[in-house]
């Protein structure tokens, strides 16, 4: 058993007020952005590109985009949930140190991919599991990864030159931290509380507890 690994998954979370700011280590993210490209993709297609976004006024025109989204949200909520959702921070764009953005090429390998014949979005599956190895390779250096949700894509795509046909999936805040929380943001501030994994478990059939 690799304890390393499972510590490294246990201790990963998603971070927002941590970043310290401070300059990345050029060798550190090459190694993380290996990682990432390591992941397994449907029919080989590597279907991920990584934009990684230093540019202080991009950063701060997606900032100020991502908080008229957090207002959106907010305007939808009820009294009560809105009071819990003003004590979470959903962007740390500004704090860290570089944003790494992930984008899907669907045409990639196109157009026989082997095995997204029967199910379209294992190429969108495909390049979540590159964003799950890059969050977990930062975790191993020490590093914060916070995933910025709260954009259109749209306006992403715009703002970085990104080809029409490829997808931003995700606008990752990358860099060193103070610390990592010991309890996840959302669990902590009452958001949501973590379910238990035997609830998440069936057997054979769903409904029919293991």
Request: aromatic share 8%.
């Amino acid at each position: 058993m690799d304890a390393d690994l499972y510590d490294v998954i246990h201790r990963r979370r998603d971070v927002r007020r941590e970043f310290t700011g401070a300059p990345v280590d050029a060798a550190a993210l090459e190694r993380v952005l290996g990682a990432a490209h390591a992941a397994p993709s449907v029919g080989m297609t590597q279907p991920w590109d990584f934009v990684l976004v230093r540019d202080t006024a991009l950063r701060t025109r997606f900032q100020a985009h991502v908080a008229a989204e957090r207002e959106t949200f907010d305007a939808e909520l009820d009294a009560e949930r809105a009071t819990v959702f003003s004590r979470i921070s959903v962007e740390g764009v500004l704090g860290a140190s570089l944003g790494v953005v992930v984008t899907y090429d669907p045409t990639r390998g196109a157009p026989a991919v082997l095995g997204r014949h029967a199910i379209a979005d294992t190429g969108l599956y495909s390049t979540c599991l590159a964003v799950q190895n890059l969050w977990l390779a930062a975790t191993a250096e020490g590093w914060g990864v916070g995933w910025v949700s709260f954009y259109r894509e749209p306006f992403l795509r715009e703002l970085l030159g990104i080809p029409e046909h490829v997808r931003p999936v995700a606008w990752l805040c990358v860099g060193p931290v103070t610390a990592l929380q010991e309890v996840p943001d959302l669990e902590r501030h009452g958001w949501r509380a973590r379910r238990p994994l035997a609830e998440s478990v069936h057997a054979d059939r769903w409904g029919v507890r293991a």
